[in-house]
């Protein structure tokens, strides 16, 4: 039990399904009141109505002043978790690179922009934002969504290092493949890079809180990431030609 969450006010973004409910169940377990985020209210309420939280819809970027209300007029712990998995190369369409911006990194931005006074005079709160492990290292088949979440990790990693020493605790999970509907939806390259080691979101979860007992920055459901960021920092051209192999097998089986 992490004692910091007993009675906390967290917020939980993008949570009517996936790692967002997974998160929501388990500070809710844990003993937290929890505001449940999602653009799909039905899905938020039905969520918020298990937990026994409360359901705040709409849009991620903008629901920051209502979820505090709801919470009695303090938000403890922010979890940035709504995101889009947009695929594709640099030829996508704008938009697809504008969405993508928008929710993966600047949704998390804008929450930072509500949270992050109060904290400071409070001399506390903490920030998780699930970012994912295309985040440190990157992902076949799809820029926008590899772009955006090397920004979401750099943004947590700014406010944990400007931060840390004022009481503003972050966290950054980093996963690869989770069985959820944005997994589901990678096609051929999820199917040969991330579903044979995918995890259940609620190993997700489990992750998170282990790492808040130890106020960990670095959040990775699947410890082997540790070893491939490694790799990418010490020998960038061999990693490189590494993932231009797994490249090239995905194109070989499209």
């Known amino acids: ?36 985020n999602d653009l799909d209210a039905g899905k938020a309420k039905a969520v918020a109505d298990e937990i026994g939280g409360t359901a705040v819809p709409g849009d991620a970027s903008t629901i920051v002043a209502e979820a505090r209300d709801a919470l009695g007029g303090t938000i403890d712990v922010y979890c940035a978790n709504a995101g889009v ?37 409070r001399g506390g709160g903490r920030f998780v934002s699930t970012v994912s492990a295309a985040g440190l290292l990157t992902m076949v088949g799809a820029a926008p969504y590899s772009v955006t979440k090397h920004g979401a990790y750099a943004f947590a990693e700014w406010l944990s290092l400007t931060y840390r020493h004022r009481g503003v605790k972050v966290h950054a999970i980093c996963p690869q493949g989770v069985r959820t509907d944005m997994l589901a ?43 491939y960021y490694q790799a990418r920092a010490a020998t960038p051209d061999r990693w490189l030609a590494g993932m231009n192999h797994i490249q090239q097998r995905w194109e070989a089986a499209e």
């Open 85 to 121: 998995g947009s695929g594709g190369s640099e030829a996508a369409d704008e938009k697809v690179w504008a969405l993508a911006w928008d929710v993966n990194v600047m949704a998390h931005v804008r929450a930072a922009q509500e949270l992050i006074p109060g904290w400071l005079e």
């Open 185 to 227: 939806a990678t096609g051929t390259a999820g199917d040969l890079v991330l579903k044979p080691t995918a995890i259940e979101p609620e190993d997700v979860a489990s992750a998170l809180f282990e790492g808040m007992k130890e106020d960990r920055f670095l959040i990775l459901p699947h410890p082997e990431v540790a070893e």
């Open 1 to 36: 039990m992490v004692e910091a969450v007993q009675d906390a006010g967290v917020v939980v973004t993008g949570a009517g399904g996936g790692i967002g409910a997974a998160l929501a169940r388990r500070f809710a377990a844990e003993g937290a009141r929890v505001v449940v």
